[in-house]
């Protein structure tokens, strides 16, 4: 990050092991935490701040610290460039060469700290969250390991893939054309889909044969919220070769997209026989339900155990990812 202030010398990257595969407790993904950038006098604050974080972070059953004794290691190997530890193309290069896949990188000024969690693959922005520095690393430490938590489960949920040749799902989602009359649609095929914030938009599905549907979104504040079944259709049951729609056209509510912008998946599970993919204990509020912040981990390994339950040609899924922008 370029700033006038002048950049901390010391490099440490902080290595986290963190479930990729909730299916496999052998597979990882390894995330670093680099200094933070600020003023030279701020280096043990930045040393502090790390501490803190990776403490905080270490809380969370789903992060595992690997072994300290490596990060001595790592200091000695890995200079950063001339815009300081917190500059972030400098920092994925830095996790690159060590195998992180994700890296948190940030800065402290003004009074305030400011942290990213950054996917190396992709090189997109997992969770972003700032505090005053008086708050410490409590509040940023639990927003980046929710970020982390829900790109998890995001992940894990794509994984959930079927491709039965006995049944064809057609998931698509709907919304207003920008410009004229009609409907543009985004379905599994559809390549940088998006839709804008304000925009409203609708949910269907059709499906070759008669069964039960369930559509999970994961929405970019990081809410996992189960579209369908719901409080206005409480079933889930659909019958072959007819459109079902989210919202109905009698329906008298609409879906509008709202802030904030960023990724957004969505996942269609139809099943012959009717089975819960997301336990109901996992569930809160009304019409259309969240799970638990608690939860969201447990949600994919509960799908799991539902397909495993159920004969390859019994299910069929389809995933649909889009960008929601300004």
């Known amino acids: 990050m370029k700033s006038q202030m002048r950049s901390l010398s010391a490099c440490i990257i902080l290595l986290i092991s963190?479930?990729?595969?909730?299916?496999?407790?052998?597979?990882?993904?390894?995330?670093?935490?680099?200094?933070?950038?600020?003023?030279?006098?701020?280096?043990?604050?930045?040393?502090?701040?790390?501490?803190?974080?990776?403490?905080?972070l270490g809380k969370y059953r789903f992060i595992r610290l690997v072994d300290r004794s490596k990060l001595e290691e790592i200091a000695n190997e890995i200079e950063f460039g001339m815009s300081g530890p917190g500059d972030e193309s400098t920092a994925v290069r830095a996790g690159k060469i060590h195998g992180a896949q994700?890296?948190?990188?940030?800065?402290?000024?003004?009074?305030?700290?400011?942290?990213?969690?950054?996917?190396?693959?992709?090189?997109?922005?997992?969770?972003?969250?700032?505090?005053?520095?008086?708050?410490?690393?409590?509040?940023?430490?639990?927003?980046?390991?929710?970020?982390?938590?829900?790109?998890?489960?995001?992940?894990?949920?794509?994984?959930?893939?079927?491709?039965?040749?006995?049944?064809?799902?057609?998931?698509?989602?709907?919304?207003?054309?920008?410009?004229?009359?009609?409907?543009?649609?985004?379905t599994q095929a559809t390549k940088n889909g998006s839709l804008k914030i304000g925009e409203t938009a609708s949910f269907r599905a059709r499906s070759n044969k008669s069964g039960y549907l369930t559509i999970i979104d994961i929405q970019p504040s990081g809410d996992v919220v189960i579209l369908f079944p719901n409080d206005m259709f409480p079933s889930g049951k659909i019958d072959a070769g007819r459109w079902y729609s989210i919202p109905a056209v009698n329906d008298t509510f609409e879906i509008r997209i709202a802030e904030p912008a960023g990724r957004d998946t969505v996942m269609a599970f139809f099943a012959l026989a009717k089975v819960d993919w997301p336990d109901r204990g996992m569930l809160e509020g009304t019409g259309f339900r969240q799970v638990k912040d608690d939860q969201k981990l447990s949600l994919t390994r509960g799908l799991k155990a539902v397909s495993k339950g159920l004969k390859s040609s019994e299910w069929e899924s389809s995933v649909i990812e889009l960008d929601v922008v300004k």
């Open 102 to 186: 994700v890296i948190i990188t940030g800065s402290m000024r003004d009074g305030m700290i400011s942290a990213r969690a950054i996917h190396i693959g992709t090189s997109k922005i997992i969770a972003d969250h700032s505090v005053p520095y008086v708050s410490g690393s409590e509040n940023l430490s639990g927003a980046l390991a929710r970020g982390i938590e829900v790109f998890l489960v995001r992940e894990n949920l794509k994984k959930m893939r079927n491709d039965t040749r006995d049944i064809v799902l057609d998931f698509r989602i709907a919304h207003p054309k920008n410009t004229g009359s009609g409907l543009t649609e985004i």
């Open 18 to 56: 963190v479930s990729l595969n909730l299916y496999s407790e052998t597979e990882y993904i390894t995330v670093g935490i680099t200094p933070f950038s600020g003023k030279k006098e701020d280096i043990e604050k930045s040393r502090l701040l790390v501490s803190g974080i990776s403490a905080w």
